[in-house]
């Protein structure tokens, strides 16, 4: 392992930007820009730091923390976070095998989303994962198939939809409100529960929620746990005596700008209260919350530009390496590597052919050259694993840092690997 620091993360060490022990400059001379760094020292502490106050608030309700991939997927956190002892939060057949890869068992995996197809189930049921969190009656009835055709039961928790408010950032990362595609609609979930404690090849053992992203106080999980918790005592006293777990889902908010961090003390001993007495262990599903503040993304100031009387910096990296400012009016901070003298207030934009094209607007910034090096932060979470090829560019390179000595975890896409799986010679078949 490499050489331990004492506050791990971005700091400025003799006026340079370093990741841990690692100068950011070196990384870049080494493996080019655009280039994701993620902090793996960071990502243990707050897995402790989540860990350890879930354990003081609880310790007589038996709980897991399933990290949440889709935040980030890339194999070496994956097997950081495996090595503290989570588990793992997946939305597809993709994720599954990702975790697999990284080390993560069947009974570590808990299976979400929206739209699972048969062959995601299937494929769940083979591992077999400790449990399905089904968000539809229909999605229930084909598990009960598939389940049936292997021979199997299959483990349930159903994503309940607690229809309450939640103040975040922006509309597309609330996902417990009235009409969302998200979950099983409240009036809806007895009679789903009673469909599933009935049906042959499922056992229903929980229920989940999930009602949002970058939620800084307790107050929304207390109106949801609110709702949750009678629905649990009813169906027990129904008779649906199988239920074990409650899945409370993730959303614990982290600062990219001035936002209060998630107060996870407060949030622990929230949850504590709810659920005391209810006789269930729990799941959390944290994902932001362990990666986002762990990783920066490289980039280099190709020109400087004036245009309508505004300063536009372009950079070699843009929407599609950073898909967040564009497509969630998301701010990320942004400073030089090595700090110039001066300031202005420029759009920070990309190469890429859209206006829509920038990782900041009107942003008050340090006076960058041609050339200097750029630090985006807070990009650990939603960064790489939203990055595409649009206008055929090459992913970027992902490299981890763990105390002095850094790696690329994540190899630079090439110009052939764009083509890779496209077909020069087409076989034409019969209509």
């Known amino acids: 392992m490499g050489q331990s620091v004492l506050t791990p993360g971005v700091a400025r060490v003799d006026g340079e930007l370093y990741v841990d022990g690692v100068p950011l400059a070196r990384v870049a001379a080494e493996v080019g820009t655009p280039a994701y760094v993620y902090s793996l020292a960071r990502v243990r502490a707050q897995y402790r730091r989540l860990e350890t106050a879930l ?24 097997r950081t976070l495996q090595e503290c002892g989570a588990g793992v939060d997946i939305v597809s057949a993709g994720e599954l095998h990702r975790a697999r890869e990284a080390g993560f068992g069947g009974s570590d995996i808990v299976f979400s989303g929206v739209g699972k197809t048969a062959e995601e189930l299937r494929l769940a049921l083979e591992a077999p994962v400790l449990f399905v969190n089904v968000e539809s009656e229909g999605e229930l009835r084909l598990l009960d198939d598939v389940a049936g055709a292997l021979g199997v039961t299959a483990p349930v928790a159903l994503r309940i939809n607690p229809e309450v408010t939640v103040e975040n950032p922006h509309a597309y990362i609330r996902t417990g409100e009235k009409g969302h595609k998200f979950g099983i609609p409240y009036d809806d979930v007895e009679s789903v ?3 599933a404690h009935a049906l042959p090849h499922v056992s229903l053992v929980g229920l989940d929620m999930h009602i949002g992203s970058q939620i800084a106080t307790w107050e929304p999980y207390a109106d949801a746990l609110g709702r949750i918790r009678p629905l649990f005592e009813r169906l027990r006293a129904a008779g649906v005596d199988t239920l074990r777990w409650l899945d409370l889902g993730g959303g614990l908010g982290v600062t990219y700008d001035a936002e209060a961090p998630a107060d996870v003390e407060r949030f622990a001993a929230g949850v504590a209260d709810a659920v005391r007495g209810l006789g269930v262990s729990l799941v959390f599903e944290p994902g932001r919350f362990l990666v986002a503040e762990a990783g920066v993304l490289l980039a280099r100031v190709l020109y400087r530009k004036r245009s309508g009387g505004k300063e536009y910096v372009i950079t070699d990296a843009g929407m599609n390496d950073l898909m967040r400012p564009s497509h969630y009016q998301a701010y990320h901070r942004i400073e030089p590597v090595r700090a110039p003298a001066g300031s202005l207030i420029a ?8 206006s829509g094209d920038f990782l900041a607007l009107e942003r008050e910034m340090a006076d960058v050259a041609p050339g200097d090096l750029l630090a985006v932060h807070t990009a650990g ?7 595409s090829n649009y206008n055929s560019r090459p992913r970027p390179v992902e490299v981890v840092v763990d105390g002095d000595r850094f790696a690329v975890a994540t190899e630079r896409e090439r110009l052939e690997d764009l083509v890779r799986l496209e077909r020069a010679h087409l076989q034409w078949r019969s209509a």
């Open 347 to 354: 759009d920070v934009v990309g190469p890429v052919c859209e």
């Open 55 to 78: 354990a003081a608030a609880m310790p007589d309700i038996t709980h897991r923390l399933h990290y949440s991939v889709k935040a980030n997927s890339n194999l070496a956190v994956l």
């Open 193 to 195: 529960a009673r469909l």
């Open 381 to 387: 979470a939603y960064g790489f694993v939203m990055a």
